[in-house]
Nanobody, 122 residues
């Protein structure tokens, strides 16, 4: 089964940027759409962005449109989430997840990483 590992989280000031990486099992990642989700304590996990298996289709949640960019490099078995103009409300644990097709619903996803913490604070 697909295994996913996130990295790139950390502390950043409002207005700053971070790039998250999601590394999947070799020779398997290109079979899956990969989504990014985020979760804060006391709230449900919400979809942030998703990229199709082919890389030709992407989607974004309204709060991050124009600020975040998802991409993939299947040769490196990696999906990226470039986050710019970060806001305090972006603070969350960010997870990547895989399934056959994109979905913004956490429970639709089949495979999950363990998450990486992004903290946006002055």
């Amino acid at each position: 089964q697909l295994q996913l590992v996130e990295s790139g989280g950390g502390l950043v000031q409002p207005g700053g940027s971070l790039r998250l990486s999601c590394v999947g099992s070799a020779s398997t990642l290109d079979r899956y759409a990969i989504g990014w989700f985020r979760q804060v304590p006391g709230k449900e996990r919400e979809g942030v962005s998703c990229i199709s298996a082919s890389g030709r289709s992407t989607s974004y949640a309204e709060p991050v449109k124009g600020r975040f960019t998802i991409s993939r490099d299947d040769a490196k078995n990696t999906v990226y989430l470039q986050m710019s103009s970060l806001k305090p409300e972006d603070t969350a644990v960010y997870y990547c997840a895989g399934r056959q097709y994109c979905s913004g619903v956490a429970r639709d996803m089949d495979f999950w990483g363990k998450g990486t913490l992004v903290t946006v604070s002055a």
